[in-house]
Every structure is written in structure tokens, then in C-alpha cells.
């Protein structure tokens, strides 16, 4: 069983950094999302190409799924990441239940990425830039914190498990992303219409 008292150091580490990079995006879409409301002529910053732009998801209905711009989300979401990486590094031990919870807000986030991934290649044709930042830190974040938790809350061979599949972590991320790529491959043709 995985000594729970021993500080998650690259755990936390991973956090800040996926934190402040996600929370980095959200605020840039979040500017982009002002200027279309101050000029809704104007093409964001982030629009390269037919295919590759923002101005299409935000001003989409699956740009304001709740009813306010997603981006807002994750101004507020990755702060706590950030938060609990900084816990780690200070020595805080958290309980079982906060991991639960904290493992919950993360199964959600990959959730709703895996929801705008699909409304961007298949619904909207486009591919947003800040978007695919916040789902290139989504992903691992999602993946790590799953197994810190079960390593935390189970026992014997689970909590050893997940310790082991700990160090498969970034091939898991890597294979991901081939997937999400291969799917825009197939569905928007990228290689030949990303300019």
C-alpha cells in the first residue's frame, strides 16, 4: 500500500503548472470573448483559418453551455488545481472524501472536454486553439489525479496498481492525444486545411 503520509511531490508540481496553463487559457478566451461582445465584427486573435479559430465556438451555443461563456469555468475551475498543488507542497494531507470529491470536479472537467471535443470536430468543424490548451492540461490532470486517489482510498493490490500505472501516466496522455488527433484527422482532414 502506498504510503499515504509521503508528500505527492510531482503530483502537486503537475497541478500548479496544468492549473496556471488551463486557468491561462480560460482568461485568454475570456478577452476574446469581450472583444466579440465590444466589436462582434471582429475576428478574435486566436483565428488562423477557417479551420483553426475561436471566434466559432464562442459564438456558438455549445460555447455558452450553461448559459454564460465556458470559458468562465474554467477561470474558476482551475484555480483548484492550483490551490490543492500548492496544499501538497506545504504538507497538507487531505482526507479520503476530499480526494473523492476532488477526483468528482476532475471527472466532470474531462467529461465536459470530451463533450466540446466532440462539438468542435463534429458539430463545428473548427478547432479553437485555447480550447485544445485547456484540454492538452484536462487530460493528465484527469488521468493523475484518478490514480492518486485510488491509491489513497484503496487498499492491497488497487492502491498498488494504481501506484504502477502512475508511471504509465504520460503514455496514457500521449495515446489520448493520438486518438483525439487521429478522430480530427479523419472528421476536418487537418494535415490539408490547417492554413
Avoid at 496553463?21 to 477557417?50: N, R
Wanted: aromatic content about 14%; hydrophobic content about 60%.
Amino acid at each position: 500500500m502506498i504510503d499515504t503520509r509521503r508528500r505527492p511531490v510531482a503530483l502537486a508540481v503537475w497541478l500548479i503548472i496544468a492549473g496556471v496553463v488551463g486557468w491561462w487559457a480560460a482568461f485568454s478566451l475570456t478577452l476574446e470573448k469581450f472583444e466579440q461582445i465590444a466589436d462582434p465584427g471582429a475576428a478574435a486573435g486566436c483565428d488562423f483559418s477557417v479551420l483553426v479559430q475561436c471566434s466559432a465556438n464562442l459564438g456558438s451555443w455549445q460555447g455558452s453551455a450553461f448559459g454564460f461563456p465556458n470559458p468562465i469555468l474554467g477561470l474558476a475551475g482551475w484555480v483548484a488545481p492550483i490551490v490543492v498543488g500548492a496544499a501538497l507542497l506545504a504538507g497538507a494531507r487531505f482526507a479520503k472524501w476530499f480526494w473523492i470529491v476532488f477526483l468528482g470536479g476532475m471527472t466532470f472537467a474531462v467529461a465536459f472536454v470530451c463533450w466540446l471535443i466532440g462539438q468542435s470536430i463534429f458539430a463545428l468543424g473548427t478547432l479553437c486553439p485555447w480550447c485544445m490548451v485547456t484540454w492538452a492540461v484536462t487530460f493528465p490532470s484527469f488521468y493523475a489525479v484518478f490514480l492518486h486517489t485510488l491509491r489513497v482510498i484503496g487498499t492491497g493490490p488497487l492502491s498498488r496498481g494504481a501506484d504502477r500505472l502512475m508511471g504509465w501516466l504520460p503514455l496514457l496522455t500521449i495515446a489520448t492525444y493520438a486518438v483525439v488527433a487521429v478522430i480530427a484527422q479523419l472528421r476536418l482532414d487537418v494535415l490539408n486545411n490547417i492554413f
